[in-house]
């Protein structure tokens, strides 16, 4: 027995010591760790030293004393000039009079003046100011606007007869309280700045330009519906190029497309002097991740135009608020736009495929920039196929290198696959952490109220997301290679193996996106592609199997994908930060920028990362990217982490002072109360107010009042606003709201149909230019017919009471007459048949608001911005 127990012990002991050699073995294959630091920074020197000056690169300003050396080139100077004038008009809402009279006026006098330089030798220039009236869906609620305007100018070469027409859009109304110089201001002065050169042009062109000024997007989206559907000009437009702004400033990002007319993108490629574009962009805006909506999805659906989505979008922060001003418009922005656009409209303007889309309508396009430097693009059904044969060939050579590395290393093949697939599990492992540690870091700052630290200082998410994201890519592996060494295969081969397994994800990813439908696999294929090249030029020469000489090639190739995907997923933090500040407090904003982090550290660094495991002492790294991740995270919670900051990233407060009046069926008042219905921009609410003077003590959700009242008795403006109304609050206040202006809603008539099938009510709503109804009929009771159109009622499965209907008017004040049809199920009429709820929104500065609220806006911290107007809510039963 003692014999065998010290034969155990002997046993045991060389066990050890065969471990510990080994593993001194393994360590003196891999490089010095102190080489490790230089690696990493290099990857850092070219995000700084490579990305964000290509990200931001413009241009520069041409003046209006380089035009005579410049012929022909859009001039910034000019534009700015206008835009100047532009921006001290002031906030411009539909029904104002700086919307519907001086910013009308001042448009048709630059156009004028345009007239008078214009060659009226060779062309024609014709202005209609369009005054629609009209109906439509949008989100979930009917949009009705009512004598709204649109200032539009064709410009057309004498010698030409083509019937098909370019149409270039932008809007010059405002949100409430903002001056719009970025939005859309900035694309006014451009179409302004295009018109004018294209009228002094002595080239002539062959389709006519129809300029569309339009005056209610905003509101949203009416006045473009009004043109598309009414305006004697809108048959003939075949294509559309619509320019917004979504922040103020940076270059100007080509995010939408088509549909299915990828010549358009041709000509973007071909004509366009500063390309900026991605299909990655065009992919996320409509799934409606982002906050927004252009008129371009009117433009499409409703007039089955094709065409360009171009937008501005650095600066996000200003967007829709007061410091939206002339002085944050950068000149060399405008100058980027204004080449843009109009080296765009020369080229559409003499397009053959404009006389007949239907002709060249060929699927959709993928298309994307590489770091502003060029352009690609190609038809869907050529990604397919580049998708789809590039991950085959990436499996093809993995097996070439797999089956070289079993010769060399006199290992069977049949050990190799079981590496490659320890290696392949382990990397899956990784993937998933990659994604699950930035989204813990996310729940985490959820769980303690510290969402949005990030939001002015945009560098925190370096340490809060991107150093998890590497830390659960490579954790995995460094571990497996830490513990488990292997003698018969090469360390150099354990690492080239870590990088054909992240090649073997990306393959199948490619394959299964491309399957789905989607056109973000181009993605996937760019790195297919540049690894594919890596790996021929190794197999093809001796670098192979030559120790670390393969990893030379690898990340030489690796810089071009690194500096990309960089570049790519840097456009979509520049444009989420700020987002994130209006995206409302339902979902956990981080959870985005987390995901975006995670997945941007995919695809830069998939082939990068696990290439830590060819340096000693690799868990030391990854050590200190968690101690990068401690201390980024105590900074955070510090007050750098504080979201706002005055005029720069200010916190969104939008809040409506509100007098409630709820009558009954008898007609007694039973309600009459004021206070302030607040809807929440972000993630925090009103929290950060609380230390403040600002008093908000009664602060309640309106959840009690929504089984009481029609749209919980708040006046919501919007149908986001109404989806909104869970996270919604009420501020009771002792004194009554002063209202500064009328809300009448007259019953005309009621009749009951001759055979009983329905009552009828007739109705005359006068009062404001923005007021809304909300319609939400008794149990046992249905909407049966209404004066508005039917796609509510006709489509029961995607809407339900209670009706939202909102109603806007421009310069014709007209009173507003409806009627709505209910059908009981017992055929009585003679009891409470419908709850209706009336709004008058008082949105412009045209209307006062009472010295109560301004008081309560001036108590608010400099960090704060709010949009609000005094709104009247009044229930009836009927």
Request: glycine share 6%; proline share 5%; net charge negative.
């Amino acid at each position: 027995m003692e014999l065998q127990a010290d034969g155990d012990k002997e046993s045991y002991s060389d066990t050890v010591l065969y471990h510990v050699l080994s593993k001194e073995k393994e360590l003196k294959r891999r490089l010095p760790w102190y080489y490790a630091p230089s690696f990493l920074l290099l990857w850092v020197v070219l995000f700084f030293g490579v990305v964000l000056p290509l990200f931001y690169r413009l241009p520069d300003r041409v003046t209006i004393a380089d035009e005579p050396l410049k012929p022909g080139e859009f001039v910034a100077e000019r534009a700015q000039k206008v835009l100047y004038e532009f921006d001290r008009i002031g906030p411009k809402v539909v029904g104002s009079f700086a919307n519907e009279v001086t910013t009308v006026a001042f448009l048709l006098n630059e156009v004028e003046k345009i007239r008078g330089e214009m060659r009226s030798d060779l062309f024609d220039l014709e202005i209609d100011v369009q005054q629609p009236t009209g109906s439509y869906v949008v989100g979930t609620m009917t949009s009705i606007y009512q004598g709204i305007q649109n200032v539009v100018v064709k410009l057309s070469t004498k010698s030409s007869n083509s019937s098909s027409y370019l149409l270039i859009n932008s809007h010059f109304d405002t949100k409430p309280g903002s001056p719009g110089a970025g939005d859309d201001g900035t694309m006014v002065v451009v179409m302004l700045e295009v018109l004018r050169q294209m009228s002094i042009s002595e080239t002539k062109f062959i389709h006519p330009l129809v300029f569309l000024f339009n005056g209610a997007e905003e509101n949203p989206l009416q006045a473009s519906h009004g043109f598309i559907t009414q305006h004697k000009w809108a048959a003939n437009c075949k294509a559309v190029i619509n320019l917004e702004v979504g922040g103020s400033g940076g270059r100007d990002i080509l995010f939408q497309s088509g549909p299915n007319n990828p010549w358009l993108v041709k000509y973007y490629k071909e004509h366009s002097k500063h390309p900026f574009a991605s299909t990655l962009a065009e992919e996320i805006f409509q799934f409606g991740i982002l906050p927004s909506d252009t008129d371009f999805r009117i433009f499409r659906d409703y007039g089955n135009i094709p065409g360009l989505d171009i937008a501005q979008f650095s600066n996000g922060y200003v967007y829709h608020t007061e410091f939206d001003s002339f002085d944050v418009v950068p000149g060399r922005s405008v100058q980027s736009t204004g080449e843009n656009i109009l080296s765009i409209v020369r080229a559409f303007s003499n397009a053959s495929e404009l006389n007949n889309t239907e002709e060249h309508s060929a699927g959709h396009a993928v298309f994307f920039d590489f770091l502003g430097l060029f352009f690609v693009t190609y038809t869907e059904k050529t990604g397919i196929i580049l998708n789809c044969c590039f991950a085959v060939i990436s499996l093809l050579l993995i097996g070439c290198s797999l089956w070289k590395m079993s010769r060399v290393s006199e290992i069977s093949p049949g050990r190799i696959s079981i590496v490659f697939v320890v290696a392949l599990g382990l990397h899956l492992l990784g993937c998933l952490l990659c994604i699950t540690l930035p989204l813990l870091m996310a729940v985490l700052y959820d769980v303690t109220d510290r969402t949005l630290t990030y939001y002015s200082n945009n560098w925190l998410v370096i340490g809060l997301y991107i150093c998890p994201a590497i830390i659960g890519l490579v954790l995995p592996s460094t571990i497996y290679h830490s513990f488990k060494p292997n003698e018969k295969l090469s360390h150099s081969y354990q690492i080239h193996i870590g990088l054909h397994v992240h090649c073997v994800v990306l393959s199948f990813l490619a394959i299964v996106l491309t399957i789905i439908g989607l056109r973000i696999p181009y993605m996937c294929m760019i790195s297919l592609v540049l690894y594919v090249a890596s790996l021929l030029i190794n197999l093809l020469t001796t670098l192979h199997d030559r120790g670390y000489y393969w990893v030379l090639t690898v990340q030489i190739i690796q810089l071009f994908q690194y500096v990309y995907f960089c570049y790519l997923f840097y456009i979509f933090l520049v444009i989420f930060f700020p987002a994130m500040g209006r995206n409302r407090d339902s979902s956990n904003p981080d959870m985005l920028i987390a995901v975006i982090c995670a997945v941007g550290t995919f695809f830069a660094l998939g082939f990068v990362v696990p290439l830590i495991n060819m340096f000693r002492w690799s868990t030391i790294l990854l050590i200190g990217l968690v101690v990068v991740t401690f201390v980024f995270s105590m900074i955070s919670v510090s007050e750098v982490g504080f979201p706002y900051r005055p005029k720069t990233s200010v916190m969104r407060v939008n809040f409506l002072q509100t007098r409630r009046m709820f009558y009954e069926y008898d007609g007694s008042l039973s309600v009459d109360d004021s206070g302030y219905y607040f809807d929440y921009q972000d993630r925090r609410a009103l929290r950060p107010l609380k230390d403040y003077a600002v008093n908000l003590t009664g602060l309640t959700s309106i959840d009690a009042y929504c089984d009481k009242y029609v749209m919980c008795g708040i006046p919501c403006f919007w149908s986001s606003w109404c989806r909104g109304l869970s996270s919604a609050a009420w501020l009771p206040r002792e004194e009554e709201v002063d209202i500064p202006g009328t809300l009448e809603l007259n019953l005309l008539n009621k009749t009951i149909s001759e055979t009983g099938k329905y009552k009828r009510f007739e109705f005359e709503l006068t009062g404001p230019p923005h007021m809304g109804l909300y319609i939400r009929p008794l149990d046992g009771v249905a909407v049966e017919d209404w004066s508005f159109i039917r796609t509510m009622l006709d489509k029961p499965e995607k809407y339900s009471p209670p009706y939202q209907i909102y109603f806007s008017y421009g310069v014709d004040k007209t009173p507003f007459k409806f009627h709505m049809d209910f059908t009981k199920s017992d055929g009585n009429y003679d009891e409470p048949l419908f709850e209706l709820g009336v709004t008058g929104h008082y949105v412009s500065k045209d209307f006062q608001r009472d010295k109560t609220t301004l008081q309560f806006i001036a108590d608010l911290p400099d960090f704060v911005t709010t949009m609000e107007w005094p709104a009247l809510f009044m229930r009836y039963i009927f």
